[in-house]
């Protein structure tokens, strides 16, 4: 599928939409913004925005649906969360059930979709600065790693932060940070550098999710919030129904990587 | 009430408590955040936290309460939302009707409390910057203006977007957007310069609320978008019940106003 590599975020959706693409995302609609999906019945959206309002960084929200309706308006107009995305997650009382392409068939009147800002576009804007990539350079998927720091609760939901790592030379992370505490949609600025004791990582030869990467010599690890975090918050919560994307399958949205450079 | 030009926020919020102060906080507590209040019943507040997370420049969110819990964790640990500002307005169905200085006797269980970024933030950061601001300068209320432009509706919110104005000179507008552009918790860049009739303003001599400011000779008129706001769109929502500040008569938080400058 290279030819959706240089295709618009719309052309990624249609092709999804077709069932012609079901595979994970990085690297295509180059620029365009991909998103997480996180879909839950309205009794539990307010707990769930309030959980994301009080943890940005791990849950920066570019759109949020009224109730019922498959279209995020503000990033895609047109487009259907119900068939969009290359394959979503099924999950009933916190467990896993199914990995279908399409949930069209699980789609209700009150469920009320979040759509939250994904690494993959600070990445882009770091490799254009010149700032290596390890994970992308060793044809690997980002490590994560779940912290001992928690989220900020807010009513059923609570969890831990998970971070995405990559190693950087000191020169890099600080250019790193001033590129990323542009795009608070993005995750912003890393949460943290240096020791991964000092966020609770034991071991960093073994993420929790995603692949090990190589930290040089002269490198440090440098730590950002992650979208993963809200999955481990549905994990905990058990809500009775909820949909997501499944990890790497993203939605691609209208928005371009430069609009969220900046507030 | 001059010591309370210098004291903390906690100070002024024990001086509202005690009965002590009941007047507009402009000035108050220097260098400490200030925030507009809005409170609905929970059944209200998923379609209110909703409009704010659409429309982030005129509704910043500092902090949102857990149902019935009147105490700002975030920004205030400690204070109590019923009795620590200086004056409220009581609504019933979009009708003002009543100005107490306590809302101990309206709060409810069901009551979310929203706290919502305030350009006195911005207006320090600016004089310190050495940009004057002329309405402080003349003594006088900010001018507010509605405009033609609509807020993004959410659920039963909806509502023109309200604008204060600030009349600059060209390069003092560029320093301001500078400075404005790092505080998107308070309101964050200006949303429109120069014609007032190009976001639907009749008469800059005329503001809907607050008092006219003098434009001089090579000035522009700088607009942001304003707190007030969220009071035109629960005006036109109707809500059977809502708690609000009285304009003005602001929250003071815990946060210092370089805590706003950043992400």
């Given at each position: 599928?290279?030819?959706?590599?240089?295709?618009t975020?719309a052309?990624?959706?249609?092709?999804?939409?077709?069932?012609?693409?079901?595979?994970?995302?990085?690297?295509?609609?180059a620029s365009f913004?991909?998103?997480?999906?996180?879909?839950l019945?309205?009794?539990?959206?307010?707990?769930?925005?309030?959980?994301?309002?009080?943890?940005?960084?791990p849950?920066?929200l570019?759109?949020?649906?009224?109730?019922g309706?498959?279209?995020?308006?503000?990033?895609?107009?047109?487009?259907?969360?119900?068939?969009d995305?290359p394959?979503?997650?099924?999950?009933?009382?916190?467990?896993?059930v199914e990995?279908?392409?399409?949930?069209?068939?699980?789609?209700r009147?009150?469920?009320v979709?979040?759509l939250i800002?994904?690494s993959?576009?600070?990445?882009?804007a770091?490799?254009?600065?010149?700032?290596?990539?390890?994970?992308?350079?060793?044809?690997?998927?980002?490590?994560?790693?779940?912290?001992?720091?928690?989220?900020?609760?807010?009513?059923?939901f609570?969890?831990?932060?998970?971070?995405?790592?990559?190693?950087l030379?000191?020169?890099?992370?600080?250019?790193?940070?001033?590129?990323?505490?542009?795009?608070?949609r993005?995750?912003g600025?890393p949460?943290?550098?240096g020791?991964p004791?000092?966020?609770?990582i034991?071991?960093l030869?073994?993420?929790?999710?995603?692949?090990?990467?190589?930290?040089?010599?002269?490198?440090?690890?440098?730590?950002?919030?992650?979208?993963?975090?809200?999955?481990?918050?549905?994990?905990?919560?058990?809500?009775?129904?909820?949909?997501?994307?499944?990890?790497?399958?993203?939605?691609?949205?209208?928005?371009?990587?430069?609009?969220?450079d900046?507030?």
């Open positions: 599928m290279d030819h959706l590599r240089t295709a975020g052309a990624v959706r249609a092709a999804c939409r077709a069932g012609e693409f079901a595979g994970p995302t990085p690297g295509l609609a913004v991909q998103a997480n999906l996180v879909v019945p309205k009794d539990w959206a307010f707990d769930f925005l309030l959980f994301c309002q009080r943890n940005p960084k849950c920066p570019l759109d949020v649906t009224d109730p309706d498959p279209e995020p308006k503000a990033i895609a107009p047109g487009a259907d969360l119900r068939t995305l394959a979503y997650r099924v999950w009933r009382h916190g467990e896993l990995e279908p392409a399409d949930v069209t068939a699980h789609w009147d009150d469920l979709s979040f800002g994904c993959f576009t600070f990445e882009t770091l490799q254009n600065a010149g700032v290596p990539v390890r994970h992308i350079e060793e044809g690997r998927n980002v490590p994560m790693y779940r912290t001992s720091v928690r989220c900020q609760p807010a009513g059923r609570a969890g831990p932060l998970v971070v995405s790592m990559r190693p030379t000191p020169g890099h992370a600080v250019k790193a940070t001033q590129i990323c505490s542009r795009m608070p993005a995750h600025s949460v943290h550098l020791d004791a000092g966020i609770g034991a071991d030869d073994r993420p929790h999710y995603g692949d090990p990467a190589t930290v040089r010599p002269g490198e440090v690890p440098v730590f950002w919030a992650c979208g993963v975090t809200p999955q481990a918050a549905l994990a905990e919560a058990r809500p009775p129904f909820a949909i997501t994307h499944k990890p790497g399958h993203m939605f691609l949205t209208d928005l371009r990587d430069h609009h969220l900046g507030e």
